[in-house]
T-cell receptor, first 112, second 113 residues
Framework: QQQVKQSPQSLIVQKGGISIINCAYE??????FPWYQQFPGKGPALLIA?????SEKKEGRFTISFNKSAKQFSLHIMDSQPGDSATYFC???????????FGKGTRLSVIA | KAGVTQTPRYLIKTRGQQVTLSCSPI?????VSWYQQTPGQGLQFLFE???????NKGNFPGRFSGRQFSNSRSEMNVSTLELGDSALYLC????????????FGPGTRLLVL
């Protein structure tokens, strides 16, 4: 049973455009929602994370929007750049301590 | 500060063999988690070790095992390899298991023939 569903599987965005990746979760006990960025040959790197007490968190060009009632959260990448081309994973955990449950990833390609 | 290191980076084995992968966490990190990454299943949690004790375990068969040493270095072992074990095995370390402080290594790519 997949506890975190991520969409789309792949995404192509023009340089300067907005990339949007969505995730939905089932376990209402989840209270930590990070996004990871992974480049080929590298391990995932924490990009940005949110807790359910806020509806939005912004760090530079990256924003997480969180909808607790809908059990959904999304990553928005503003002014997408070719260097943002990577695979993005959403994840969730309980109490920030337990193992992360990951979505299946979105391969983002930003084209000039 | 050195990051998480994993050795070897690439490995080819045949079915039925066993394999041991190694992970050296960031200095001072006491928690080490292992994940399996495959194109079909994505990232799946294998187990977590903290202070030499297994603290959490994912839903993998007993062929997958691990251990942690007093210096926080960790090894994972897979016995009786199957074709489906071909994957990228990622190790992540954190201070006390807190996700906010978790850093992943580059992984070991295992190919089972």
């Amino acid at each position: 049973q997949q506890q975190v569903k991520q969409s789309p599987q792949s995404l192509i965005v023009q340089k300067g455009g907005i990339s949007i990746i969505n995730c939905a979760y089932e376990n209402t006990a989840f209270d930590y929602f990070p996004w990871y960025q992974q480049f080929p040959g590298k391990g995932p790197a924490l990009l940005i994370a949110i807790r359910p007490d806020v509806s939005e968190k912004k760090e530079g060009r990256f924003t997480i929007s969180f909808n607790k009632s809908a059990k959904q959260f999304s990553l928005h990448i503003m002014d997408s750049q070719p260097g943002d081309s990577a695979t993005y994973f959403c994840a969730a955990s309980v109490a920030g301590n337990t193992p992360l449950v990951f979505g299946k990833g979105t391969r983002l390609s930003v084209i000039a | 500060k050195a990051g998480v290191t994993q050795t070897p980076r690439y490995l080819i084995k045949t079915r039925g063999q066993q394999v041991t992968l190694s992970c050296s966490p960031i200095s001072g990190h006491r928690s080490v988690s292992w994940y399996q990454q495959t194109p079909g299943q994505g990232l799946q949690f294998l187990f977590e070790y903290f202070s030499e004790t297994q603290r959490n375990k994912g839903n993998f068969p007993g062929r997958f095992s691990g251990r942690q040493f007093s210096n926080s270095r960790s090894e994972m072992n897979v016995s009786t390899l199957e074709l489906g074990d071909s994957a990228l095995y990622l190790c992540a370390s954190s201070l006390f298991g807190r996700q906010e402080t978790q850093y992943f290594g580059p992984g070991t790519r295992l190919l089972v023939l």
